[in-house]
């Protein structure tokens, strides 16, 4: 399994960014299609986004589209989630994930069952 480590967490204001990144170790990065989902206090963990393994196949929840942007670098083994236009609704632990995939362009389901490797999380805060 590949090892995950996001940083780029913390507190904004109302309307403005942050650009998460997570990095990745062990094996070979490219192999995987990549996530973010994010859990806010009482609820459950929720898909954000995905990147298919050459990043030409992207996904978005509907309530971040237009305003979330996934990315990958596999030459540098890190994925990227830059978050634009934030809302206190956004505020959450934001947490990467890899699963493994045969093809390039897939993205296959928003399930984070699917899902095998986790990284520890980063908060989100967005606040005046």
């Known amino acids: 399994q590949v090892q995950l480590v996001e940083s780029g967490g913390g507190l904004v204001q109302p309307g403005g960014s942050l650009r998460l990144s997570c990095a990745a170790s062990g094996r070979t990065f490219s192999s995987y299609i990549m996530g973010w989902f994010r859990q806010a206090p009482g609820k459950d963990r929720e898909f954000v986004a995905s990147?298919?393994?050459?990043?030409?196949?992207?996904a978005y929840t509907d309530s971040v589209n237009g305003r979330f942007t996934i990315s990958r670098v596999n030459a540098k083994n890190t994925a990227y989630l830059q978050m634009s236009s934030l809302t206190p609704e956004d505020r959450a632990v934001y947490y990467c994930?890899?699963?493994?995939?045969?093809?390039?362009?897939?993205?296959?389901?928003?399930?984070?069952?699917?899902?095998?490797?986790w990284g520890q999380g980063t908060q989100v805060t967005v606040s005046t």
């Open positions: 990147i298919s393994r050459d990043g030409g196949s992207i």
């Open positions: 994930a890899a699963k493994p995939a045969i093809t390039q362009f897939a993205l296959g389901s928003n399930n984070a069952l699917d899902f095998r490797s």
